[in-house]
């Protein structure tokens, strides 16, 4: 019998694993992973981009870190819901991250994602924590709708 991928083992050795979102970018990957009940979403970082290979080497370092036991893929639609350029793009990469990390990996609608992000960095500029990126704290928007998406699902709202 074939064992399976080490990121696998991981998932199931832990009853809850963590959700690792990340919000596609051509430069940047933010970056945001749940708590082990997946009751709440935390800003993670951001991965500069290197190369296609590089890129899935660190994402599967951080899903073993972090005992991750799915992705979820920011998709950036249009607003009237129609299919972007890179949606395409992130809908490939989210692909190429399922085959290689060996976990689920879905792509979740992440419209608006970036301007709320934005409106959160300026309510607090100024203050002296560690800033976050756009591209992180997008991430864990997205994290933070996509959890509550799953919650309404198993409570059939």
């Known amino acids: 019998m074939k064992r399976p991928e080490p990121t696998a083992r991981i998932a199931a050795r832990h009853a809850h694993p963590r959700v690792l979102a990340v919000d596609y970018g051509r430069r940047r990957l933010g970056l945001a992973v749940s708590d082990a009940l997946g009751l709440t979403a935390k800003p993670l970082g951001t991965l500069e981009r290197r190369n296609r290979r590089e890129d899935v080497r660190r994402l599967r370092t951080l899903v073993r870190e972090h005992e991750v036991g799915q992705i ?18 992130a809908a490939r990469f989210a692909r190429r991250l399922e085959k290689e990390l060996g976990v689920l990996v879905e792509l979740a609608d992440e419209r608006l994602t970036s ?24 991430a864990a928007i997205l994290l933070r709708d996509y959890l509550e998406q799953q919650r309404a699902r198993q409570q059939g709202i």
Not at 117 to 126: D, L, M, V
């Open 115 to 138: 301007w709320e992000a934005a409106q959160i960095s300026a309510e607090h500029q100024g203050r002296k924590r560690r800033r976050r990126t756009h591209d992180e704290l997008a």
């Open 72 to 89: 979820v893929v920011g998709c950036p639609l249009h607003l009237d819901g129609r299919e972007s350029d890179m949606a395409v793009e």
